[in-house]
Nanobody, 127 residues
Framework: QVQLVESGGGSVRPGGSLRLSCLAP????????MAWYRQRPGKEREWVAT????????YYTDPVKGRFKISQDKNKNTVYLHMNTILPADIGLYYC????????????????????WGQGTRVSVSS
């Protein structure tokens, strides 16, 4: 069973940057798609980005396109979310998730496709 451990959250000024990490030992053997989700205060959990582990193809929700980048380092068993030009609307608890099956629904962020989740790392914005 792959376990996902997120880190890298913290407080950042508007316009700043953070790099979130998802340590997932063994994920390359079992996970076909990895993703980042977030839950903003008072909102439902929402998809942020996905990466296909075989070829690093990536997909993003519109509000983060051009600002966030998902990447992976298979040697380090880690998936990253590079967050740039952070906005107050980006605050929340960020979760890493993994899907054992490849589906187009998973690539496009359907949470029902993901069977492994981390505990989350919190991002806050302070002026």
């Amino acid at each position: 069973q792959v376990q996902l451990v997120e880190s890298g959250g913290g407080s950042v000024r508007p316009g700043g940057s953070l790099r979130l990490s998802c340590l997932a030992p063994g994920y390359t053997d079992t996970m076909r798609v990895m993703a980042w989700y977030r839950q903003r205060p008072g909102k439902e959990r929402e998809w942020v980005a996905t990466i296909q582990t075989s070829d690093s193809s990536s997909y993003y929700t519109d509000p983060v396109k051009g600002r966030f980048k998902i990447s992976q380092d298979k040697n380090k068993n880690t998936v990253y979310l590079h967050m740039n030009t952070i906005l107050p609307a980006d605050i929340g608890l960020y979760y890493c998730a993994g899907a054992r099956r490849f589906t187009f629904e998973a690539l496009l962020g359907d949470a029902r496709q993901f069977d492994t989740w981390g505990q989350g790392t919190r991002v806050s914005v302070s002026s």
